[in-house]
């Protein structure tokens, strides 16, 4: 067999090992079609109250983060804090403190969303914190039901013996202003997820006729 053939033999061969390779690797990994859409999962979160004992990984509560910092913010000053409770004791003061968050007792995790006084405008402006606070919060929940996580937004502020009492519990200083707090695990129910579509809170280009 000549130089040339022997060539073109194992140029064949490694093309076939590629193909093999490749089919192997596309069968291994999921496809993004096994993955919800962000829109499918904006559509299907809902409110999840009762829990597991199972702990949440480390690595799911980073995401939870990483994706509540990835939230818009006013002139980009991210004037949000976070957090991460895990202490039963702590758990529970919580839960006894908020008359809305009781579940934060049998949550084996928590999450305290907080705007950052130091960090938000001057002025006016000032309260823009509260908007970025809350879209942050969103992005959490959405990351949580996106990992297979439940988790439910209960507010505290601006209710001031709310707001008192957390940041006593939780040793906040006064520029750091508790907005919610999110008990998060793995879900021991499953809600109905609720129809939230109503044409007529839309309107277009202005509020009723002439």
Known sequence: MNTSKVLNLLLAIVLVILCIKIAFDTNESP??????SILDVIATRTSVRAYQQQAVEEEK??????????????????????????????????????????????????????????????GEAADYWIQDA???????????????????????????????SVQQILRLPQYIVPLNVIPIGYPAETPAIKDKWKPGNIHYEYWGED
């Open 61 to 122: 509560v980073e995401r939870l983060l990483r994706a509540a910092m990835a939230a818009p913010s006013a002139v980009n000053k991210q004037p949000w804090a976070f957090i991460v409770v895990r202490e039963k004791e702590t758990l529970e003061k919580l839960a006894a403190t908020l008359p809305y968050a009781k579940m934060t007792a049998e949550a084996p995790l928590a999450i305290v969303v907080c705007g950052d006084l130091t960090k938000a405008l001057e």
């Open 31 to 36: 496809s993004s079609s096994d993955s919800p």
């Open 134 to 164: 809350s879209a942050a919060t969103e992005n959490l929940l959405l990351a949580a039901h996106g990992l297979g996580l439940g988790a439910v937004w209960t507010g505290l502020y601006p209710i001031p013996d709310r707001v008192e």
